[in-house]
């Protein structure tokens, strides 16, 4: 299984959910692989975002390797599910979509959580007090990818 989150920048929610997601993996010892993209391209290449780090070394995930990429259309052939953050997200890799295979690869992640929610991984990058938060919503998600198709 290879999995992609997403999310606008790649240095908030996609690299937690990255981070998250690759703690569980090791927790129930699967050969899964997970990477993060962002839609936007005007963090290629930086670490993320030093509050995403420090709530993840809180929780014990360290994502300092991590630099942010753009997700690519080759990303559809890469990656089995992909998990966007939000629906405007959501919309921006459905739209580079060549089929309705690689749309059907494309999934809110929240609704893991409650499916057909379609409920949004808040953006924290505008204030401190949000990444604990989607750290907590994250868990849940990544938690719940592992109970499906683990």
Same mark, same amino acid.
């Given at each position: 299984?290879?999995?992609?989150?997403?999310?606008?920048?790649?240095?908030?929610?996609?690299?937690? +959910?990255?981070?998250?997601?690759? #703690?569980?993996?090791?927790?129930? /010892?699967?050969?899964?692989?997970?990477?993060? +993209?962002?839609?936007?391209?005007?963090?290629?290449?930086?670490?993320?975002?030093?509050? =995403?780090?420090?709530?993840?070394?809180?929780?014990?995930? *360290?994502? !300092?390797?991590?630099? #942010?990429?753009?997700? !690519?259309? =080759?990303?559809?052939?890469?990656? *089995?599910?992909?998990?966007?953050?939000?629906?405007?997200?959501?919309? /921006?890799?459905?739209?580079?979509?060549?089929?309705?295979?690689?749309?059907?690869?494309?999934?809110?992640?929240?609704?893991?959580?409650?499916?057909?929610?379609?409920?949004?991984?808040?953006?924290?990058?505008? %204030?401190?007090?949000?990444?604990?938060?989607?750290?907590?919503?994250?868990?849940?998600?990544? %938690?719940?990818?592992?109970?499906?198709?683990?």
């Amino acid at each position: 299984m290879k999995i992609l989150m997403v999310c606008l920048g790649n240095i908030c929610r996609s690299p937690l +959910a990255e981070g998250i997601m690759k #703690a569980k993996i090791e927790e129930n /010892n699967l050969d899964w692989e997970v990477d993060s +993209a962002g839609t936007g391209s005007w963090h290629v290449g930086n670490l993320p975002d030093i509050r =995403s780090i420090k709530v993840g070394k809180t929780h014990g995930i *360290d994502i !300092t390797d991590q630099q #942010a990429r753009q997700f !690519t259309k =080759s990303d559809f052939e890469k990656f *089995d599910l992909i998990f966007a953050m939000d629906a405007s997200n959501y919309q /921006n890799i459905v739209r580079m979509s060549n089929n309705e295979d690689q749309k059907n690869k494309v999934h809110l992640i929240m609704n893991m959580v409650n499916p057909g929610m379609n409920q949004t991984v808040p953006d924290p990058y505008y %204030g401190d007090d949000g990444f604990e938060n989607v750290y907590q919503m994250l868990d849940l998600a990544c %938690g719940k990818v592992i109970e499906k198709y683990g």
